[in-house]
């Protein structure tokens, strides 16, 4: 199989359903934000630490649905869908982490050591994410657990930088005004 079709080349791609759209179009910016924020989250694994690394893999394979999700504008009962299962699965992680966590007590600057810094960057382009999903949404189908699962997401994210800082030592900083 070669990875070139020249079928892109006009400016145009395939969804999944194999109609034709502008590559600039809202449903293409929406999942190929997601897939940014894949990427990103890939960069930063192996974390070294087991639990947030485990968690990072499944997030991956929840981002791969997204996408597929947000490619079929008009999904069968045998699509890959966001659930609200999977919505309930980054909750969990995010009560997990908040339990080793010291409580938040003003607004931090993204940052800290190398894997703490990535996730932030990894949640910064996961709530661009989530603003493609709801500018897609304005007028065209979107399943709406996609579109939480991007919220909750950038939450998870945000802990998890918070806890890997933490566990590396690197002391949070709030700004100053």
Do not use: C, W
Request: zero cysteines; glycine letters at 6%.
């Amino acid at each position: 199989m070669k990875i070139y079709t020249g079928r892109g080349d006009e400016g145009m791609t395939d969804l999944r359903d194999m109609s034709r759209v502008s590559k600039t179009s809202p449903r293409i910016e929406a999942y190929g934000t997601v897939d940014e924020v894949n990427a990103l989250v890939g960069s930063v694994r192996p974390t070294g630490y087991d639990d947030i690394d485990e968690k990072l893999e499944r997030i991956q394979n929840h981002l791969h649905i997204v996408q597929a999700d947000f490619a079929n504008p008009d999904p069968e009962d045998d699509d890959p869908v966001i659930a609200e299962a999977h919505v309930e699965e980054v909750e969990s992680y995010i009560d997990d982490v908040e339990e080793e966590l010291e409580p938040l007590q003003s607004f931090i600057l993204p940052g800290g050591g190398d894997s703490g810094a990535k996730l932030h960057h990894a949640r910064a382009v996961s709530r661009r994410a989530e603003r493609r999903a709801v500018a897609l949404a304005t007028d065209q189908s979107v399943n709406e657990q996609a579109i939480q699962y991007l919220n909750r997401l950038s939450d998870a994210l945000f802990v998890f930088a918070r806890l890997v800082n933490q566990r590396d030592g690197v002391p949070e900083e709030s700004p100053t005004y």
